[in-house]
């Protein structure tokens, strides 16, 4: 009679711990993240580190499932933006440039030669233009949480040394889908021939295009030089901020702890990102150039021909982004 009342206690005592195992399974809930580059490269390991931090500090409750190189958009990297407002990604880490078709204050940070330096993108996204950002993003119907990087674009060909505007008269350049970099190359006498990161490559292999434009960890990972790109331009010309960000439906049916943890794992994340970009900047160079890669760096006069080249673009860009904006973000680079 004792051994069977026994019995009876731990077949309740297993039905019980198997009820509460159900109910944190229940519990349990996993997020879609869209990224463009896998975690070979510092943008991809941001969204990994991302995950990380988010399932070390909930214990499992909730995981982000990271989704490289475009793939639930179909490899069309300028879709991720309106996926995600839509609900079919929950989250992304995306560039800036990629999601300004849809959000047109992002092109602040694809002016030409507008951010000369790191201080410079770091006082704008970390002022009050970068909250103005925040709040045109979020108006959208996806809430931003934090920034990375991706960093400052240089200009690759497979033609020749370019250290002045006329030298790109011509040239095939790669560009992203953002017509704002159409109005840039073309504004530089280039040819600029759109098309998604994943058929860029092939098309420099061809020779279908002489060149592209991309932060050195791209050029570096990718291996770039590989595909005929013997020539690099360091100019500077634009920075390539990454925002960390979730669809508004999806946000709203969390609760508050796992808001707070998403938004400061993000952040957490995004400094991380920021940092190791930045400090692997001289290192990545050093390794292109000892692959044989012809790198130009311009001089102040050099520099200035390029700005005074692309000025119409700043002139016909400022109206579309805001001209509010443009000029509290000038205000924070002048005073940085």
């Not at 880490?93 to 602040?108: A, D, H, K, M, Y």
């Not at 994943?198 to 932060?215: C, F, I, S, Y």
């Not at 020539?231 to 390539?240: A, E, F, K, P, V």
């Amino acid at each position: 009679m004792i051994a069977t009342r026994r019995l009876t206690r731990i077949a309740a005592a297993l039905a019980g711990a198997a009820v509460l195992t159900t109910a944190l399974s229940a519990q349990a809930r996993e997020l879609s993240v869209s990224t463009v580059l896998p975690d070979a490269f510092p943008w991809g390991q941001a969204a990994e580190k991302w995950a990380e931090l988010v399932e070390e500090r909930t214990e499992g409750r909730l995981t982000l499932r990271v989704y490289p190189n475009s793939q639930l958009v179909n490899g069309d990297q300028t879709r991720e933006f309106s996926a995600m407002r839509s609900g079919l990604i929950d989250a992304a880490v995306g560039s800036t440039i990629n999601w300004s078709p849809q959000v047109p204050q992002l092109n602040l940070f694809s002016l030409p030669f507008f951010m000369p330096d790191v201080e410079a993108v770091d006082a704008v996204t970390g002022g009050e233009a970068g909250e103005m950002v925040f709040e045109a993003i979020e108006s959208r119907g996806v809430v931003p949480l934090a920034w990375g990087e991706n960093g400052f674009r240089q200009l690759s060909n497979s033609q020749g040394p370019i250290d002045e505007p006329a030298d790109l008269e011509g040239l095939k350049i790669r560009v992203v889908g953002s017509p704002l970099f159409q109005d840039t190359f073309t504004a530089l006498g280039a040819d600029p021939t759109q098309m998604s990161w994943a058929d860029a490559k092939p098309a420099l292999t061809t020779g279908a295009v002489d060149g592209q434009e991309n932060p050195l960890s791209v050029f570096d990972v990718a291996r770039i030089d590989q595909v005929g790109q013997e020539y690099l331009t360091l100019w500077n010309y634009m920075n390539d901020p990454l925002v960390f960000a979730v669809n508004q439906q999806v946000w709203d049916s969390l609760s508050e702890e796992d808001r707070s943890v998403l938004r400061e794992t993000a952040v957490e994340a995004g400094e991380w990102e920021i940092a190791m970009t930045r400090e692997e900047e001289s290192e990545r160079l050093a390794a292109i150039q000892e692959r044989g890669v012809e790198v130009t760096e311009l001089t102040e006069a050099q520099h200035q021909a390029f700005v005074e080249a692309t000025a119409s673009v700043h002139e016909e860009w400022t109206s579309r982004i805001g001209e509010e904006l443009v000029d509290t973000a000038r205000e924070a680079i002048e005073a940085r």
